[in-house]
């Protein structure tokens, strides 16, 4: 097993971490100091940022430092400007930023602060998943106690810079995880999706220019204003720079939340960290990086992750959210359950989303429960094919149709079995009590 | 402006505007479900794409109600690739949609209903039930919702977001599940409701007034003016088969109504439809109104007013222009005074279109000369006189039929009205034609000309004021000879 530097766990793994007194004996707050009373400005900030090749962690994989400068000039800008959060994580397989926020709140906290700095918004929003309380708790009673040390509100730390931080709670809808449903939410509408453009950095929240970036992005950036970009971009591969976080479920032995740099391979992940396949078993198929991502066969495993690679194998890393799935597995059956999560989550607005992921819902159920249609590969690959990609407002579409047209691909015969044989070959047997709904 | 080519075309587009309008005013089809151009753009139902070329980047498909012309920008709204797109946008709304075309109201005016037959696939691909909703849910007093039909467009609830600017519904619930509803289900209210059910491009939202009552092809449909206030938004009057009036509809008219009406215009046509006319014309002999020809009628007109100076003749406010021009010239030749009624301002006044003022052609009369006066004034002056003559559509109404009913017997009252008159003093009485019965000229409050149509023949033998009137100049001899 290969030992690699670690960072953005570390603390974390620290009882009590939480709170303030522990996070500032382990070094915390030390990076917002040095942006305030070290005299950085923000164009030196987003400039640090950009060099250190940190990319977006919420699945786009944006260059951040990039994200940062779409803000206007201040000078020619008079409008406020916001820092929206993005934790409103709810994509099937990824908990990363749970475990920053339930274990690190500080960390999310300071990091926020210097985004904020960064772009000069007077104000951020954390939106919290409605589901999530125990983060959302230690979150809020973070920036409490900073406020009562003058980490949060004016004058930070004596300095010019005031910045308030506000939470909000979702309402368990995983369309407001898309940044201008997010927007929407926040300013109490519901959480359709805006067109873009505008895009957010030319209006944004209350139509002024906003920055949405997700949990463990921001966490980073303390870390690369400490230590610096080019410690930051010497980890990686060449356009992937830095460790992430890496959430592995589904048939492994030990599921959770590790932090490699980019650049390992699925195996090393799979086998070092989540101790292999369970049960002695294959491995199948995997999601690279969420539901969204597409699917990718067990023989795949040896793929480097890094946002590159993935893509050149057709799907992507997205959230780094690994699921992985048993030669016992019925892709019938996966996928039954991943459309009928995107029908539920369909906010409704574009007609090729909120019809589409009904009726792809529909079709894999009747394949996994043994009443498919000999026209039924057909007409999947087909819808998909009229949803996605850039067919919508936003790309829940494309995130229902991504999975369809890898497993149409990949499974092929399997589901074509399941047809011909009106039963699935691989059916779990049924579960002792009825399931009803969605959640 | 900017220079765009549209389908090989060079046009001028303002490039404040979507895509889609460009398009339309220069008369390529694009379909349309969620854009209105009375409303906001939101690009959701993304029926209108089109593929769009810049420079020297590959054509995109795009929504055309949520992109800006730019400048050199070539728009194909025919390519197969555009197409193609719409086509499998279409199979998706249709997905759900019920497709009761034969009992529904909006069939044979239904945006998806014609979209599906140029461009729709005969057969569905769908092996699932369609969604099961409700049918028939009530909106309120004026409106009944098909939540089956619905395509979650959401023209109605930006309709009253950004018209009326009192928000009253919302998609409720998230995807396939959504649903129009009203905050707890309470019903609509306002005075522009029925607007929604102009908008709503399927059959989800219906008029209650109108349901069943007509299939639309079978309506005959004429260019008007609305006559309930002095806004005169432009109508379209709809009759079955030329017969009685089944609908008011708003018609696009910039300058004066955008795409609406109010209720109260939109729901008046039971004045128009409405039985009991008065048809030929009646003389008084003895105690008895007995019918007679026009003709004689006419006469015992021009014999009234020749012999009395100063006789007085009453306008309703619901004559055109043409008409109020012809009383005038009756009233100069015979020396009679005239004054059109003028009733009180009516509580309907809003914001937006109505003006409570109820008198159709005001500013018509006014720049006439003719002066308006409250209905007891004129009553009272009617009653003082010898002769009277009172004309026009709903007269007697708006000077109160009471008081025209007590006028005394020293007065001898003519009328030209579309409904009998009962007043002691009536000597003679001829029938006229109303509003969507005859042509005409109306000018509303900001002075501008709105046509009347006529939508619907008149009752049998009945003609409009105008050719009575014109009747009777030829019945009357010159102004001159009358001196002399």
Not at chain 1, 231 to 245: C, D, E, Q, R, V
Not at chain 2, 22 to 44: E, W
Not at chain 2, 434 to 451: A, F, L, S
Request: proline share 6%; charged share 25%.
């Amino acid at each position: 097993m290969k030992a690699y530097e670690t960072y953005l766990l570390d603390r974390a793994k620290v009882e009590g971490n939480h709170q303030l007194a522990t996070y500032r004996r382990l070094g915390g707050y030390k990076a917002l100091e040095k942006v305030l009373k070290g005299g950085l400005t923000p164009a030196q900030v987003v400039d640090e940022v950009k060099r250190s090749g940190l990319r977006g962690r919420g699945g786009a994989g944006f260059s951040t430092g990039m994200k940062w400068s779409f803000m206007p000039d201040v000078a020619k800008d008079p409008r406020p400007r916001y820092l929206a959060i993005n934790a409103d994580e709810s994509e099937p397989g990824t908990c990363k930023d749970r475990v920053l926020m339930e274990r690190d709140p500080h960390g999310l906290v300071e990091g926020s602060l210097i985004a904020a700095y960064a772009i000069q918004a007077k104000a951020v929003y954390i939106y919290v998943r409605g589901e999530y309380r125990l983060p959302h708790d230690r979150v809020a009673a973070a920036i409490q106690e900073a406020r009562a040390a003058q980490l949060v509100g004016q004058h930070i730390l004596g300095s010019d810079f005031s910045c308030e931080v506000f939470m909000h709670k979702g309402a368990g809808a995983y369309i407001c995880g898309e940044e201008t449903g997010l927007m929407e939410s926040l300013e109490g509408k519901r959480g359709h999706p805006r067109q873009k453009p505008p895009f957010p950095a030319q209006s944004g929240l209350w139509n002024s220019p906003t920055t949405v970036n997700n949990v463990e992005t921001v966490f980073n950036a303390p870390f690369i204003v400490e230590r610096g970009a080019a410690w930051h971009a010497a980890i990686g591969t060449a356009n992937s720079k830095g460790n992430f976080l890496c959430g592995i479920s589904g048939h492994v032995n030990r599921p959770g939340v590790y932090e490699l740099p980019f650049g390992v391979t699925a195996r090393e992940i799979l086998e070092d960290k989540a101790g292999g396949v369970w049960k002695g078993r294959q491995l199948k198929a995997w999601f690279p990086g969420g539901s969204s991502c597409a699917l990718l066969k067990g023989a795949d495993i040896d793929v480097v992750l890094d946002h590159d690679s993935l893509r050149a194998r057709g799907s992507s890393l997205g959230t780094a959210a690994m699921i992985m799935m048993d030669d016992q597995t019925s892709m019938a059956r996966v996928m039954e359950v991943i459309a009928r999560f995107y029908e539920h989550e369909s906010c409704g607005q574009c007609s090729q989303c909120r019809e589409g992921t009904q009726w792809l819902s529909q079709i894999f159920h009747r394949i996994a429960h043994g009443r498919g249609q000999a026209d039924d590969i057909d007409t999947l690959e087909s819808l998909a094919k009229g949803m996605a990609p850039g067919k919508t407002i936003c790309a829940l579409s494309d995130a229902a149709a991504i999975p369809t047209l890898s497993a149409v691909r990949l499974f092929k015969d399997e589901l074509i079995a399941c047809i011909r044989e009106q039963r699935d070959p691989l059916a779990a047997p049924a579960p002792k009590y009825a399931t009803v709904g969605a959640h | 402006m900017v220079k765009i080519t549209v389908n090989g075309r060079v046009v001028d587009a303002d490039p404040t505007k979507p895509l889609i309008k460009a398009c339309h005013d220069n008369d390529v089809d694009v379909p349309m479900y969620c854009y209105h151009p009375g409303l906001s753009p939101v690009g959701s139902c993304r029926i209108c794409q089109v593929e769009v070329k810049q420079g020297e980047a590959p054509g995109r498909v795009v929504v055309a109600c949520r992109t800006q012309p730019a400048e050199g920008m070539v728009v194909d709204t025919e390519s197969p690739k555009a197409h193609a797109t719409r086509r499998e946008c279409l199979e998706f709304l249709l997905k759900n949609h019920p497709l009761d075309c034969p009992i529904c109201d909006k069939a044979g005016e239904c945006d998806l209903q014609d979209f599906t037959y140029e461009e729709g696939q005969a057969q569905g691909r769908s092996h699932e039930p369609r969604r099961p909703l409700e049918k028939r849910k009530s909106l309120g007093e004026v409106i009944v919702l098909d939540e089956e039909r619905c395509i979650l467009c959401s023209r109605c609830v930006r309709f009253f977001e950004e018209v009326p600017k009192k928000a009253q519904l919302t998609v409720s619930d998230l995807g396939s599940r959504s649903v129009i509803s009203t905050f707890m289900d309470r019903p609509l209210s306002g005075n522009y409701q029925g607007n929604i059910a102009d908008l709503c491009p399927v059959g989800a939202l219906t008029l209650k007034k109108f349901r069943f009552q007509a299939r639309v092809w079978n309506l005959v449909k004429m260019a008007s003016t609305c006559v309930e206030c002095s806004r005169g938004c432009s109508i379209q009057v709809e009759t079955l088969r030329g017969s009685d009036v089944k609908r008011f509809r708003p018609r696009p008219n910039e300058q004066v109504n955008g795409w609406w009406m109010c209720d109260h215009g939109r729901f008046a046509f039971d004045h128009a439809n409405a039985a009991g006319r008065l048809e030929g014309a009646r003389m008084l002999e003895g105690t008895q109104l007995v019918q007679t020809p026009i003709e004689e009628a006419l006469c015992a007109v021009r014999d009234a007013l020749m012999g009395s100076k100063g006789g007085l003749v009453v306008l309703s406010p619901f004559c055109t222009v043409e008409e109020g021009r012809a009383l005038r010239e009756l009233a100069q030749r015979h020396q009679a005074e005239i004054a059109y009624v003028s009733p009180p301002p009516s509580a309907l006044k809003d914001e937006l279109l109505h003006t409570g003022d109820p008198c159709p052609n005001r500013r018509g009369l006014e720049e006439l000369g003719i002066r308006g006066e409250a209905g007891e004034t004129l009553t009272a002056r009617l009653a003082a006189a010898k002769v009277g003559l009172i004309a026009g559509e709903r007269v007697v109404e708006l000077l109160g039929p009471e008081r025209v009913r007590e006028l005394p017997g020293t007065l001898a009252l003519f009328a030209f009205e579309c409904h009998p008159v009962a007043s002691r003093a009536l000597r003679a009485e001829v029938g006229i034609a109303n509003h969507v019965e005859r042509t005409g000229t109306v000018v509303n409050v900001d002075g501008i000309r709105g046509p009347l149509a006529a939508a619907k023949p008149a009752p049998r033998g009945v003609r409009a004021l105008e050719r009575h009137l014109q009747d009777l100049a030829r019945l009357s001899p010159r102004r001159e000879t009358a001196v002399r």
